[in-house]
Every structure is written in C-alpha cells, then in structure tokens.
C-alpha cells in the first residue's frame, strides 16, 4: 500500500441488496453505519453512529455501496479543525473523501453507470458527507469503472493523492517532454503517483525517499532516486530542475526545492500557504504554489 494512507473496510452485501434494482431512490429515506466528527478535536472525537440517515438522491448522483475508503492527511486537518470557518456550522459531518465500491442506485440522468458495477473516485474537498460510510453519494462524473486488476483498496488509494499530483504537475508546472522534475517524498501516495505521471509525459524524474521506498520509486519510473539522509543531497541531485513537487513540505525541503530550480521552473509544496516561508529568503521570483488538497 502507499505509505501513510490507511484505509477503512466497510459494509457488506446482505445490508445493500434492498437497493438493487432502485433505479429512483429520491423519494426513499434510508438509513446506514457511518463514522460521524459531532466536534472538532483528536481522533477520539469520532462517533460510529448506526442510523445515520441517506439524504435524497438527486438525478445525476450515484449511490455507492462502500468497500474502502482512504484516510487522507485532509481528513485527519478538517477533524482537528482545519476549514472551521466553513465546516463548523455545518457539524456533525462524515468525513472521506476517496471510495470505491460498487454502484447499488443510480437517478434518473445518471447515464453511463449502472447498478452493480464497480467503481470508485473521490468526492470534492469541501463534501460534507463523506466516504465513511457503509454508502456514500456521488455525482457520476466524479467516478469511474475500477479497472479488474484493482483491489478496493488500492483504488480508494489513488484518487486524492493522483489528483494532488496531477493538479501540481500538469495543472501548474504543465510539464513537458524531456523536461527535469524533481519530487521531493517519492514513495509516499502523492510522490509515487507524481514520479508515474512526470515519466508518462516524457519528463527525466528523479526523487528524494528514504531507503524502503527506493526500489518502489524506480518501479515507478524514477530514473534517479536518492535517500534523503545522504550526505550532500544536493551534490547528488545532478542539476536543475524545471519543476520541484514538494511533498514534504518543510523549511529544509522547501529550500532545497527552490533553490534546485532553473529559471523560470516551479515549485509546488504541499504545506499550507500560510506556512510558507518568505520566498524573498531566496532572493527569487521562481513561481510558487501550495496545494493543499492532499498530501502523501
């Protein structure tokens, strides 16, 4: 599995059979097992809650009955408080952002997916009924088919963390064939799915991990991978880069990180803006960006 996501099993197919065949549930109230934050605090805070009622499902929503769901570090900030502005007035909330499952009801538009399949995606960041959940609601463009070759949970694994990557990446630094792109954390979730996505598009990647995730960045793709308790880690990096994905998000990989940028390059952090340090410590206007819709 990617490193630091763990995932919750929940559900089971005797507790959804009701649903198959329910092509309209708008007019049906239903109830299920859901992990409910009532208040903001530590994970102690956290209530299972058994009857916790499904709203009306509208006609471009897809009910999900859940088979995992990923616990992303997004999570675990809006549970400690993270968005308070936004989310306390509308507490108890079902954190979860990622699933995959299989679809038990569909509405009325709903046209590409069907009762039974397989599917899994992610629900938008500020969603406040989430993923965990024996079934979650999503809009259909917010899933797809779960290829064969996918566990559950290594579906639920991918959704957040490829995005993350894909919205720094391609989004931001829009990278480009032969381009140098360093990832900073390569062996957790948004660092591998970073280090697969630079090598699709052409791109020379190399990465910083530590020793058990090296064999697994290079699989990845990663032409150069180098453990990030060396010895003059900067002398090994061979160079600029026209992009640096920070997943760590630290003073001293954000300094690295910029400081290993060519002209006009990027550096992407996963740390929050408001923790960012001053860039005028650089003495460069190198674009910067924080993203923080995941993390590794």
């Avoid at 409910?36 to 999900?64: A, H, Y």
Wanted: glycine share 10%; net charge positive; proline share 3%.
């Amino acid at each position: 599995m990617m490193a630091r996501l763990s995932l919750l099993r929940v559900g089971s197919r005797q507790s959804y059979k009701k649903f198959i065949g329910c092509k309209d549930c708008s007019k049906r109230a239903f109830s299920c097992k859901a992990v409910v934050l009532p208040r903001f605090g530590s994970p102690d805070v956290l209530q299972i809650r058994s009857n916790e009622t499904l709203p009306d499902l509208g006609s471009t929503e897809v009910l999900v009955a859940t088979k995992a769901a990923a616990v992303n570090p997004l999570d675990a900030r809006i549970r400690e408080g993270y968005g308070r502005s936004l989310f306390e007035p509308l507490l108890p909330l079902i954190l979860g952002r990622d699933v995959s499952g299989e679809v038990v009801a569909v509405g009325n538009s709903v046209k590409l997916l069907h009762v039974g399949q397989e599917v899994f995606g992610a629900l938008h960041p500020t969603a406040v009924r989430g993923t965990y959940s024996d079934y979650a609601i999503l809009q259909e463009d917010q899933l797809i088919l779960k290829p064969t070759s996918l566990t559950h949970m290594e579906a639920a694994a991918i959704p957040f963390a490829a995005l993350t990557a894909w919205r720094a990446l391609k989004g931001t630094a829009q990278i480009k064939q032969s381009q140098r792109v360093l990832i900073l954390g390569g062996g957790g979730a948004v660092g591998l799915s970073a280090i697969q996505l630079a090598k699709a598009a052409g791109c020379h990647v190399t990465c910083t991990c530590g020793k058990r995730s090296m064999d697994r960045a290079a699989e990845a793709g990663a032409e150069l991978t180098i453990d990030y308790t060396s010895e003059n880690l900067r002398d090994k990096l061979g160079g600029r880069f026209d992009a640096v994905l920070d997943t760590i998000g630290v003073q001293e990989t954000e300094a690295l990180g910029v400081s290993s940028l060519k002209r006009g390059g990027h550096y992407m952090t996963l740390q929050q803006q408001q923790l960012l340090w001053s860039r005028s410590k650089y003495n460069t206007n190198k674009p910067m960006e924080s993203n923080t819709c995941g993390q590794s």
